[in-house]
């Protein structure tokens, strides 16, 4: 069936829409949705057949185009020899990250953030998902815990990247979603306020909301993280809460000072 519907209305790339290759459901692919294999972050045969892939192969290349990362801060370059963190990042137990906050990346995430961009927002988490399947294997979460964003700001923008980003990573790695976490206050978003003073603009900002987090392991998910404050202190109420291990999972890392235009978290 989805192979006639592409035949018939051509797939287009969500970023360039220009007309993507048509799904098939080829032996190879189905070997590659029933094995173990751990495809690479431009495998597009690594996706269930429920629908056409959401990018490009070129647009898809400047998403996903960078070097290693640490797996505990995010930060560009190899773990054991991180500067940001020297391996040892004390806010989280791991981070999984798909791109730097800029260019494509910078673009997509902002038209995700639009009540008009879930497909968009569903393909950036199938990335995020095809880049590190493996590590959230590994990690084994009990539950994915979305980072909460205050009722009337998410009444003005008419969606939240947040918990969709959550529901879509669950749904591909058969996690449930848990509403543990709730935002006591709006404060002023993270991107208007210099870097020194955002950890302080969400200090009890985030409380309990369900305690089944109680002896589980938990991934937290967000869409962009810049100085890591709001993540840190959402990490913070979830292990006072009693969750063994939080792991974090964002769509882009704001690496240079400054380069968070947009970011609200």
Known sequence: MAGGLDLLFPPRCLMC????????ATPARHESWTSDHHPGPLDMAADPPEASDPFCPGCAAEIVAESCRCQRCGAPGD???CRGCGGACRDWDGIAVLGSYGGRVREAVLRSKRPGG???LVGLADLL??????????WENDYIVAVPMHWWRRTLRGTNAADSLARRLGRLTSTPVLGALRRRRATVM?????????RANVRDVFALNHRGVVGRRVLLVDDVVTTGGTLA???????????TAVHVAVIARADLAGDDRGVDG
């Open 129 to 138: 998902h095809r880049r590190h399947a493996s590590t959230f294997r590994l």
């Open 17 to 24: 829409h220009a007309e993507t290759a048509p799904w098939q």
């Open 233 to 243: 202190a959402c990490a913070r109420v979830l292990r006072e809460a009693g969750a």
């Open 118 to 120: 879930y497909d968009l």
């Open 190 to 198: 993270q991107n208007r306020l210099p870097a020194d003073q955002r």
């Open 79 to 81: 773990q054991d020899a």
